[in-house]
């Protein structure tokens, strides 16, 4: 059993900067971030597979920037020029499968940290 540790996250004004930080108590093959606004499906945002290929969404492509410390089993998320659209809860996640674009695709959850961006 993997257990991630979540922090970071506030509250911003639009245009700000956030990073967020998940620590890994074990390696796994993948690590990402999800998101979930209020009365809307968790997403997927962002993933860093362990040779360091990354993949986002469309909606933050530019705007955000994962990066993993394999050493440290450890996988951080720059958020820049942050939008109100972007305000959720933010969801570390970590998995041993090939694919990582949707929430099966990962076997652990962390418990979330609260994005919110004022306009």
């Known amino acids: 059993q993997v257990q991630l540790v979540e922090s970071g996250g506030g509250l911003v004004q639009a245009g700000d900067s956030l990073r967020l930080s998940c620590a890994a108590s074990?390696?796994?093959?993948?690590m990402g971030w999800f998101r979930q606004a209020p009365g809307k499906e968790r997403e997927f945002v962002t993933a860093?597979?362990?040779?360091?290929?990354?993949y986002y969404s469309d909606s933050v492509k530019g705007r955000f920037t994962i990066s993993r410390d394999n050493a440290k089993n450890t996988v951080y998320l720059q958020m820049n020029n942050l939008k109100p659209e972007d305000t959720a809860v933010y969801y570390c996640?970590?998995?041993?499968?090939?694919?990582?674009?949707?929430?099966?695709?990962?076997?652990?959850w962390g418990q979330g940290t609260q994005v919110t961006v004022s306009s």
């Open positions: 996640a970590a998995g041993n499968k090939v694919l990582v674009f949707s929430s099966v695709d990962y076997d652990y």
């Open positions: 860093a597979i362990w040779s360091g290929y990354v």
């Open positions: 074990g390696r796994t093959f993948s």
